[in-house]
């Protein structure tokens, strides 16, 4: 079980709690605070506040108690894929480099399943494992990136931005290859998107943050939003964003805000199977 407890990132992220249960997507714009979830479990952020993977703080751990867990517990495909590649070593070197440092296996055992897991994605395994990074198209990079987060299947994999640096064309062939793959995995899914097209053909659950904070939280937040930051984004346009009151952090751009909304912080408040952060819904 992955939870996160009252995380924190200074002037970013503002006390997220989460319990990661299903596929999980994490809806908001850019600076939204979103990416600093991703980052503050892999440790590239300073944060506050807890993490657990079953009962022990992914915070608390030292480098090499770290470094067992990543590829095999959790893993993360960055919005920028190149970053998982180191550019003088061939595709093949980065999956057996995976298996062999995590004492899996042998070369030969890691390139076997390679070639599975790339043959899932609709790729010539042939080709990409002898290719280097550079040699790549965008999208049989991002695949493979794909192919490296989910290679020997961790309990959670972090995918952030699906659409960067591809085509919406090739974007629907990313979305359905994640959905081929999320059939034959026991992989859970953590996918950070601002566009809720994608996170509805991949995730059950959705978690939309606005300016650092949770602002609605789970199933069918898609198919029936409640709060009005989650509205404005379905609809495809969200105002102008003013200057933060010391009430709800969307005030100043909602439609519905009163001098409530302005001076008091909403609570989150259960609605249903859901929680929102909005003083409409204690009223309705």
Known sequence: MLEYECLTVDNKLNCFTAVISAHTGILGQRDSGKEEIFKATFRVVKAKGKISLDGVNILKLGEE?????????ISWMPYDVSQL?????DVASHFVEIVVSHNLGCSEYALDLA?????ILGLNPEEILKSYVFQLSPLKLKKTA???ATFIEPDYVFIDDIEYGISEVDQIQIVNSLIDLMSVTSSKFLISDDDPAVLSHLTDEVIVIYKGEVVEEGYNVLSDPLHPYTIDVLRGYVPPDGKTSSGCVYSNSCLYSSLKCQTKKPELIRVGKRVVRCHLYPNI
């Not at 108690?65 to 517990?73: A, G, N, P, V, Y």
């Not at 590649?85 to 070593?89: A, C, K, L, R, S």
């Open 85 to 89: 590649f180191n550019p003088v070593y």
């Open 146 to 148: 794909i192919a490296l």
């Open 115 to 119: 070639k599975e897991k790339l043959k």
């Open 65 to 73: 108690d770290l470094r067992k867990i990543l590829w095999t517990r």
